[in-house]
């Protein structure tokens, strides 16, 4: 089992930056890809950024395309979200997610996570 505790989010206005963490413990040592989705009031969890553990290949969606920065450290397992030029339309709870092997399931689908953190509030308003 692997457990995520994420920290990071908080209240900015538009254009403001903001870096989230998320540290695994546990079987940290099944994970293959670690990323953050996020999930608006009375919308979808939607994907944001994944990074893949055996290429460091990073994979945003077109949203936060230019804005985001995924990354991760190894030696403490933890996942990191860089924001910036923040918009109000970027106001959601942001979710870590990791998961292990897979085979033909989309990296930008809920399913090839396994393990979810508790989710930390991004909110930007004037």
């Known amino acids: 089992q692997v457990q995520l505790v994420e920290s990071g989010g908080g209240s900015v206005q538009p254009g403001d930056s903001l870096r989230l963490s ?3 413990s546990g079987r940290t040592s099944s994970i293959m890809i670690m990323g953050w989705f996020r999930q608006a009031p009375g919308k979808e969890r ?3 950024a994944a ?3 055996s290429s460091e ?3 945003y969606a077109d949203s936060v395309k ?3 920065t995924i990354s991760r450290d190894a030696n403490n397992n933890t996942v990191y979200l860089r924001t910036r030029a923040l918009k109000p339309e970027d106001t959601a709870v942001y979710y870590c997610a990791m998961g292990g092997p897979s085979v033909g399931i989309n990296i930008r689908s809920r399913q090839r996570y396994r393990y979810w953190g508790q989710g930390t509030q991004i909110t930007v308003s004037s």
């Open 22 to 24: 998320c540290a695994a």
């Open 46 to 48: 939607d994907f944001v």
């Open 66 to 68: 230019g804005r985001f």
């Open 51 to 53: 990074v893949l553990l």
């Open 57 to 59: 290949s990073t994979h």
